[in-house]
């Protein structure tokens, strides 16, 4: 081989080995933009799936923590009240995601409602049962209600959880794909 075709060999070497790496690393990115959202789809049924507890945790914990461990506390304050500003904290915190969890899904209802797409409403309605309600229904009671099936039941939870995500999480939840 004579210098010019080694230089052109070369060349078009290092073109295959930039093209590789620059195909390599948008499929990362790619790779990292997806778990991204699968973990926030993953959080918005963890979300729902808590409600409930979170819900009584709000509304019960700072009166049984304010009785019960004020009179403990006579005994060892200082490590009493360290456990108290915790529970305090993670109670507001509690607190502040389930407002903003139960804004969004008054929102979510209002999307639904005004939908021209009578199984928006149905998800909307399943995912109440399931996690909102008072009264919790299984994916079968669920299912029976709404004359579908149990697959059915899952596939409106999937779709719903997907708005919901975007809610919740704003446009890192959307997937561009």
């Avoid at 409930?52 to 009166?63: C, K, L």
């Avoid at 009785?67 to 529970?87: F, K, V």
């Avoid at 997907?162 to 794909?177: E, T, W």
Wanted: hydrophobic content about 40%; charged content about 30%.
């Amino acid at each position: 081989m004579n210098q010019k075709m080694m230089e052109h060999v070369t060349k078009i070497s290092a073109e295959a080995a930039v093209q590789a790496a620059l195909e390599f690393l948008e499929k990362e990115k790619q790779k990292q933009q997806k778990e991204k959202r699968d973990w926030r789809l993953r959080n918005t049924k963890l979300l729902l799936k808590h409600y409930r507890s979170f819900v009584r945790h709000v509304d019960g914990t700072m009166e049984k923590v304010t009785a019960h461990d004020y009179a403990e506390a006579i005994g060892n304050l200082h490590s009493q009240e360290l456990a108290l500003e915790s529970i305090k904290r993670s109670t507001q915190r509690t607190m502040v995601m389930v407002k903003f969890v139960q804004r969004m899904l008054s929102v979510y209802e209002t999307t639904c409602l005004m939908s021209e797409h009578p199984e928006d409403w149905r998800r909307y309605q399943i995912i109440h049962d399931l996690y909102i309600s008072e009264e919790k229904k299984t994916v079968e009671q669920v299912a029976t209600c709404h004359f579908i099936d149990t697959r059915t039941v899952y596939r409106d939870i999937n779709e719903a959880t997907k708005a919901l995500s975007v809610l919740i999480f704003g446009v890192d939840a959307i997937d561009f794909m």
